[in-house]
């Protein structure tokens, strides 16, 4: 059954202007109307209309999903996205995925019984296959993660970058054997493109990387500590590291003292967010701009409710601190 995502899609014209079309909306061209109903006569789609009532139901409240609230950066991007709605009237419901893909889908239910307004996804568990037959409940507005299947409003960094500003950091001062350390590769487009900066900046700087430097599966301080027993017997032992948390750098440089040994001369450490906890141990990390990244994303949101349109995608940057791990 087609979408008023697919009539978008193939009209060429967002699924805001989509929408204001269907609901009889003033100030739209009559160039986009011709397009769009070419487009539904395609597809065959015809509105639901007990659907459309439905829709029209306002509940001012959004809906964020984030794997878990205890990692401090996704903390930190609730409450600024929690400010930004209450400037408009809006409150929030977290939703805690865990990173489980069943109860990603569960929550994905709230805006199909009109229960918010909108949904934020802070981290993507479903191809996006499964989020699309919901596009015609409500909007979905993506932030930090992204998926090249996703035709929705995103605000994002380019981790690409992200992993090669890290790894070029720890070339520049002069280490050569470099681990890199991350989630699971398999999950996250962010942790694989990452891993592709990582690997950008090694090649440029013609540096051999040994396959048992890649370690994955760490996305705690507990997993950091674990992931310094696990370097500790590796052969050809990295004497620097790039990961892809604070959290876990924190509990590697835990680790790593606890052990007797030295940061940075004997192991070199490098995180990823600049989440408070970074400034407080001293970690060098590659920060990310979360106030600006939780703002964009909640007025790109309400921007989509109240059909406005927005620019799509939103891309930032990153930039790095350097502090004595490094």
């Not at 109860?103 to 989020?131: A, C, P, Y």
């Not at 699309?132 to 996703?150: F, Q, R, S």
């Amino acid at each position: 059954m087609a979408t008023i995502h697919d009539v978008a899609k193939l009209a060429g014209i967002s699924r805001t202007t989509v929408s204001r079309v269907l609901n009889c909306h003033p100030y739209v061209t009559e160039e986009k109307k011709r397009k769009i109903l070419n487009a539904m006569k395609q597809l065959n789609y015809v509105p639901n209309s007990s659907a459309q009532r439905l829709r029209k139901t306002k509940t001012d409240t959004i809906a964020v999903f984030v794997p878990r609230i205890t990692n401090p950066f996704f903390s930190y991007l609730v409450e600024v996205m929690e400010n930004e709605a209450a400037k408009f009237g809006y409150k929030l419901i977290l939703c805690q995925t865990h990173y489980n893909k069943e109860q990603e889908k569960k929550f994905l239910e709230l805006l199909k019984t009109k229960q918010v307004d909108g949904v934020i996804l802070t981290s993507i568990e479903n191809e996006w296959r499964h989020f699309k037959p919901y596009l015609n409940d409500g909007p979905i507005v993506i932030c930090n993660e992204y998926d090249d299947d996703a035709y929705v409003p995103s605000v994002y960094l380019d981790q690409v970058k992200g992993g090669y500003l890290g790894t070029k950091h720890l070339i520049d001062r002069g280490y050569k054997r470099i681990a890199y350390c991350a989630g699971s590769e398999r999950r996250s487009r962010l942790t694989r493109d990452r891993r592709k900066g990582y690997e950008q900046a090694m090649k440029e700087a013609s540096l051999v990387i040994d396959e048992d430097w890649y370690l994955y599966n760490a996305i705690s301080i507990e997993d950091g500590k674990n992931v310094f027993l696990r370097l500790k017997q590796i052969k050809n032992r990295p004497e620097a590291i790039f990961t892809g948390s604070d959290e876990v750098a924190a509990g590697l440089l835990k680790a790593a003292k606890d052990s007797g040994w030295r940061v940075p001369q004997d192991l070199a450490i490098i995180g990823f967010d600049n989440q408070p906890l970074a400034q407080l141990l001293g970690l060098s990390t590659v920060a990310q701009p979360v106030e600006k990244m939780g703002s964009q994303t909640m007025k790109v949101m309400i921007q989509a409710i109240t059909g406005e349109e927005s620019k799509n995608p939103t891309n930032l940057s990153f930039h790095l601190i350097h502090r004595t791990t490094t």
